[in-house]
Nanobody, 115 residues
Framework: QVQLVESGGGLAEPGGSLRLSCAAS????????MGWYRQAPGKQRELVAQ???????TYADAVKGRFTISRDTVKKTVYLQMNSLKPEDTAVYYC?????????WGQGTQVTVSS
């Protein structure tokens, strides 16, 4: 069955870095756009970054220049490198895989940015 398993979350200080990983299985990884979303307490889930099958990327304005999404098609893993972290980046981060008529989610990983 389809599985998206996130890892790499945790506690970071403002200005620090974290790298999230999402290991995919159960579907043809290269055929899907892969993305990261986040949801802070009391807020709606929002797109952070997306990497399309053709290689184009989309970033939320709030993370442009600080976060980078990438994928390893051999390892079937998508990454989110997060630099210059801010307290407002605190949220549960979710991995997403989508294509026409299919949309899959991971279970989420907590990222907390605090001194």
């Amino acid at each position: 069955q389809v599985q998206l398993v996130e890892s790499g979350g945790g506690l970071a200080e403002p200005g620090g870095s974290l790298r999230l990983s999402c290991a995919a299985s159960g579907f043809t990884f290269s055929n899907y756009a892969m993305g990261w979303y986040r949801q802070a307490p009391g807020k709606q889930r929002e797109l952070v970054a997306q990497l399309n099958t053709g290689g184009s990327t989309t970033y939320a304005d709030a993370v442009k220049g600080r976060f980078t999404i990438s994928r390893d098609t051999v390892k079937k893993t998508v990454y989110l490198q997060m630099n210059s972290l801010k307290p407002e980046d605190t949220a549960v981060y979710y991995c997403n895989a989508k294509r026409q008529f299919a949309n899959y989610w991971g279970q989420g990983t907590q990222v907390t940015v605090s001194s």
